[in-house]
């Protein structure tokens, strides 16, 4: 076949650049796309013409564009043939929800009854409204609409008080109530946002040195001072002072160098008020264990015997915060977006929370069909989740097709096109109980490249109240449940950086859910300095936003690392075991929806009373 697509390029009088390169690709097209070599030589005809190309060479670096040609021939060609279809839009919602077609009606997203959900194909895709790629044809065959295993659990935990419930499940298709138990539809969630820094177009990126060392200074500062008020330990001095006696000191970790932290390469930089802002060799070869990072701040114990190293015998490396002060917020920190009074009884009993978890990109990366957006839409119209939160990035920069350049819309209509049509779509069909949670990236193309990110400037009609667009990073209550989420993947960036010591005695280390407790512990979503390399952090916007001011009780980090939900019990003011357990968090990181060209994973979590929380990593 190879050889007689050669031929047919040849006869009409095409030369191939890179041949054995592109016949391979172009025999994969025939393949793919059903197509005759005389057809895909016709097809780079028109291609060819269309681009205006100079030369009658067929290239290797012309094939990217050339299968996205074939694409959209073979959409147009599905949608010729498809003489029934009806391309809906917003403005039909009202005459498809009042309309008794029983035949219309099965093609639509609605709020399923029990009898349906039961007779219902559980990996059917929904016919949304909206453009052509809302609903994704039944020719049009893709990776991952061809994907077998759907909706698989990958991992669970059952109660957060026996978190060895956690295993892995075997691949098979998941029903109704495999997952977790939910709560019931009907029932509005309330919602309030503490804080809204930085605030939507705000002046960035014009961060002055002044501001880079005031924001490391006040975190030094707010640490010192809270480790004097716990009363655990005396006034820090100077670590940069010879002295022969133990002191206490605290500062942040630094490299002495432009390379990765080691033992060799650590410094403690102190605060202006104890040594003037300089810095300290840090030994750390008397410590049985440890974890830090550059930009870390630490508490240290130990002595300097010459001025010029300081012997750490003992390492604070978390503050944690304390409960009772997690509620003190400033009036004007905190938002309230619903009046709903009913998250808590009469009793004063905590309200449950249903919430599905899913971090972007929302299209795999062959297409811009959005169809693994299409397959969680018709999932949690199944579950009727009290709240949906999706973190970005929504219209993804890294996706091939944006990098080319080759979309014929703008980042902003492809935004409210694909994702928040969708979504007006959705709560629509739900009913008021439905709630949306909008977190961005810094990978959106659509939106202002800078961290702390303010929020997505939309305003729906009508559904203002429903779908809420929070800034990155976050917090919020719903239900009383406190959550946390921050886009930017602190994880893989702390993994990247930190060095450690393990304790000898065997027991086995959770290295990720020691990397998210210091994010807590440094009351920060991003405690890391200097920042990874392409992170825009404006250190005039950091200093509010990326503060950690309470406890979250759900604790959102989505990383390109492997998926996971954990209980991570913090510490109070005291040193006791017990009063360590009082305070738990559950970090979740759902990983990313779509994964190449298949599909990826989202969390189904149900935050209980009395602590307890059902929670399925799930496989889309």
Known sequence: MEEEIK????????????????????????????????????????????????????????????????????????????TGLHIYSINDVDM??????????????????????????????????????????????????????????????????????????????NHEDDIIRKVQPGRRCSLTVHGSKPETGCRFMYDRIEDRFNALENRIRKHTTTLVSSGLYEEPVDPTVSSQKSIVTVGMICCDGEGHLNEK??????????????????????????????GQIVGIEGHNPSGHCLVASKIVDSIPLSSSNDLNLHPSKKQALSEEIQSTDSSGRQAELSVIIASGPFTTTDNLLFEPLVELLSYANRKLPQ??????????????????????????????????????????????????????SIRDANHDFV??????????????????????????????????????????????????RNPKDGA??????????????QRSFYPLYPPAEGIPLDFSLASEALEISLIPDILILPSDMKYFVKILPLSGRG???????????????????????GGGTFVELNYGKSDTINASIIGI
Not at 135 to 164: A, H, M
Not at 508 to 521: C, E, F, S
């Open 7 to 82: 031929e047919k390029f040849q006869e009409v009088g095409f030369t191939l650049e890179d041949e054995e390169e592109i016949l391979k690709k172009c025999l994969t097209f025939c393949i793919n796309y059903n197509l005759k070599p005389s057809d895909i030589v016709s097809s780079w005809e028109v291609y060819y013409l269309n681009r205006r190309l100079d030369e009658p060479t067929v290239k290797n670096a012309e094939m990217d564009g050339f299968l996205l040609h074939l694409q959209n021939e073979k959409k147009e060609a599905i949608i010729e043939e498809e």
């Open 96 to 173: 498809i929800l009042n309309d008794e077609d029983g035949d219309i009606k099965e093609g639509i997203l609605g709020t399923p009854t029990h009898k349906a959900q039961n007779s219902e194909p559980f990996d059917s895709t929904p016919q949304t409204n909206g453009i052509h790629s809302s609903g994704k044809p039944s020719k049009l065959i893709t990776p991952f609409g061809q994907r077998t295993n759907k909706f698989v659990v990958k991992y669970s935990i059952n109660d957060v008080s026996n978190t060895e419930n956690g295993r892995e499940e075997p691949d098979h298709e």
């Open 265 to 294: 390469s650590t410094m403690l930089q102190s605060s202006v008020e104890h040594s003037g802002g300089q810095r300290v060799r840090l030994e750390l070869q008397n410590l049985s264990q440890y974890s830090i990072f550059p």
């Open 387 to 440: 709240l949906l939160i999706l973190l970005g990035p929504f219209v993804d920069s890294e996706h091939p097709e944006i990098k080319r350049g080759t979309v014929d819309q703008s980042f902003d209509e492809i935004f409210h096109q694909e994702i928040i049509r969708r979504l007006q779509d959705y709560v629509e069909y739900i009913g008021s109980h439905a709630r949306v949670i909008l977190v961005p």
């Open 451 to 500: 961290f702390p990110q303010p929020a997505f400037d939309i305003h729906p009609p009508d559904l203002k109240h429903q779908i809420t667009s929070l800034t990155n990073p976050g917090i919020f209550e719903a239900n009383q449940v406190k959550i946390g989420c921050c886009s930017v993947d602190i994880l893989k960036h702390l993994s990247g950086e930190e060095i450690s």
């Open 508 to 521: 086995p280390i959770d290295r990720m859910g020691r990397l998210a407790k210091h994010i807590l512990g």
């Open 575 to 597: 040193e006791g075991k017990e009063e360590e357990e009082q305070v738990k968090c559950v970090c979740v990181n759902p990983g990313r929806l779509a994964k190449g060209e």
